[in-house]
């Protein structure tokens, strides 16, 4: 691409760097007549058979053109690593967030920073593409104009509180990558795996109430509307005993008792051993029901907190565990 030997010019004239070798595919493409004018006031753009150029409106309302298909990218959120492994991009993934576990490909991939990006090992990585996030955008904008001004185009991927925000969060990203099949395919299957959820859930009558504890004691904190949590608790016909709060809230633990929720749904259990046992041990928790019942479960962090195509399979683990005489076969 001519702006990033652009760049290595400047690099090798000041005498600061060595010459990296960028290769890129060239793809000679023609959209329809108008394509390009209509790119640039659509939110998201999709784009038949992944060409390029392509205009996309990211996450910070700034519209990003990619003139080619991208080869190398660096993802700063695990969320949208996971994203873009399941578009079927693990091949470009040249660099991850310090807190990139999954898939576990994605171990074995150089670590870039997380909150506070490691911003010259990104310059010398020089992918095609940066994903960031709104936290990024907002914090380090001198660094995310440095990217720019070395070629690399970033997309600010912003945060989602629901299923319907996490579709959009995966359609940008195969709009940016040339992948908006893979990324029709993952949704598709996303919703109708739980719509199958719904329809079956549709039919209890007796609904659980439920408390979902995201921190443990001394300082509890629970999730209440506008979280995944919630939405999966609906979905599912379950209550949430904290729907009255507002995202992810401190409460202390006789308000919870008072709550006597029927089953506990623990999600530290990846940083704290035996979450359950913890929780049934408990002073002046004995008569609560879930307690007394032992129907206290610890569930996988990503899948119910982390906005990527494994959300669904967090809604199944809740069903079973909440429900198995209707969901666990």
């Not at 967030?97 to 997380?114: F, H, R, T």
């Not at 090992?121 to 070395?150: C, G, R």
């Not at 195969?174 to 908006?180: E, Q």
Request: charge should be negative; include cysteine.
């Amino acid at each position: 691409m001519l702006k990033k030997w652009g760049f290595f010019s400047t690099v090798l004239l000041l005498s600061i760097g060595v010459i990296v070798g960028c290769g890129s595919q060239e793809q000679n493409t023609q959209d329809e007549e108008g394509t390009a004018s209509n790119n640039k006031t659509e939110e998201v753009e999709k784009v038949n058979g992944g060409q390029f150029p392509v205009t996309i409106t990211d996450d910070a309302n700034r519209e990003v053109t990619i003139e080619e298909e991208p080869e190398t990218i660096v993802s700063i959120q695990a969320s949208n690593t996971e994203i873009a492994f399941a578009l079927g991009l693990g091949d470009k993934i040249i660099g991850v967030s310090d807190y990139d576990n999954y898939p576990e490909e994605a171990l074995e991939i150089q670590k870039v920073g997380a909150q506070d990006i490691n911003a010259e090992l990104v310059l010398s990585l020089l992918p095609d593409i940066a994903l960031v996030t709104d936290y990024h955008y907002e914090s380090h904008p001198e660094i995310l104009k440095q990217f720019e001004e070395a070629g690399i185009d970033v997309i600010v991927v912003g945060g989602a509180e629901s299923f319907e925000d996490t579709y959009d969060k995966i359609e940008m990203i195969a709009s940016a990558t040339g992948t908006t099949e893979e990324a029709d395919e993952i949704i598709t299957d996303m919703k109708e795996r739980l719509q199958a959820i719904k329809d079956k859930a549709a039919e209890i009558k007796d609904k659980k109430r439920v408390w979902v504890e995201v921190s443990p004691a001394p300082d509890i904190f629970t999730t209440g509307q506008n979280t995944f949590m919630h939405e999966m608790l609906e979905s599912i016909n379950a209550v949430n005993v904290a729907e009255d709060q507002e995202g992810w809230v401190k409460m202390n633990e006789e308000e919870i008792v008072n709550l006597n929720p029927d089953v506990i749904i623990t999600t530290y259990g990846y940083y704290v051993e035996n979450p359950s046992e913890q929780v049934l041990a408990r002073q002046g928790w004995a008569e609560v029901p879930a307690v007394k019942n032992k129907k206290v479960f610890d569930v996988d962090n990503d899948t119910v907190t982390r906005p990527g195509p494994r959300l669904v399979e967090g809604v199944e683990t809740l069903a079973e565990l909440i429900y198995p005489e209707v969901f666990k076969q």
